[in-house]
């Protein structure tokens, strides 16, 4: 538990203040004769708050160590995220840990934080070529994001009081990479269509957000009657990999709007 409060915001000075103390608690408990190795992932992640360049050859040590749990290791690998940005021990050592069943997938994630569009090339191969399964998901998602957010979003920024009065909201929170798919629900249910290139950055839009941001866009919808009508998006961000979707619609369309949520939950 008291490790678990130096994970909070508000507790990092004090952990860079302790670092030797970390560092030692880390040696002695980082053994294989440990009990208590259920809390080394904790540890790890305050350990690597507090970690400086030249701790990093001691901490690839413990993220190569097969005797400790496969979290710790993990926790050790993923955040070697920060000292890979430049050529060094600890990007060459990410690049040794892809191949690693229990540290793999942590690994991919640190070398997309630390490389961005300069880890696709490598990225795209692990994706179809690695036998590790989870290095193959984890390098899909991370060239989805490091994708995503190269482009460029087009849509104006707008706001609810734009559109006009009397139309109702309703919301939904869902998995990031899923918002082409749910896109293509409500054009279904609604039996319409949007402007061409306005799924795709309504998406791009909502992969590029950064957790706490808020953001709100007005597009065309046309229906096969060639009717047409605006719709209201505002974006939260949960967190790297959760959204909710604020969906603002004339109350006409709000029996057909209800269902969409249900309906695109039940096909998860």
Known sequence: MCLGRLLEQGARSLVKKNRELLLGLARKWNKPETETKWMLHVLAQCVMRAALEGDVPEVVNWAKDNSLPADARSSYTLDLQRFAKKPGFARDALMDFVTDAAVGG????????????????????????????????????????????????????????????????????????????????????LKGRFRPGDTDQLALSANQMKRGRRRFYIVPF??????????????????????????????????DVDSTPSGFMDSQ
């Open 222 to 255: 046309s229906f096969l009657d060639e009717s047409a009508v605006q719709l209201g998006f505002g974006f939260y961000a949960e967190d790297e990999d959760a959204i909710v979707v604020e969906l603002h619609f004339d109350a006409r369309l709000r029996d």
């Open 106 to 189: 942590a690994a991919v994630w640190a070398l997309a934080g630390a490389l961005k569009a300069e880890a696709l090339p490598l990225l795209r191969e692990l994706r179809h070529s690695s036998p590790n399964e989870l290095v193959r998901r984890s390098a899909a998602a991370t060239v989805k994001k490091i994708e995503a957010r190269s482009g460029r979003v087009t849509l104006p920024d707008a706001n609810p009081a734009e559109l006009p009065k009397g139309y109702s909201s309703t919301s939904i929170e869902f998995d990031t990479d899923r918002i082409h798919e749910f896109l293509s629900c409500l054009e279904r249910q």
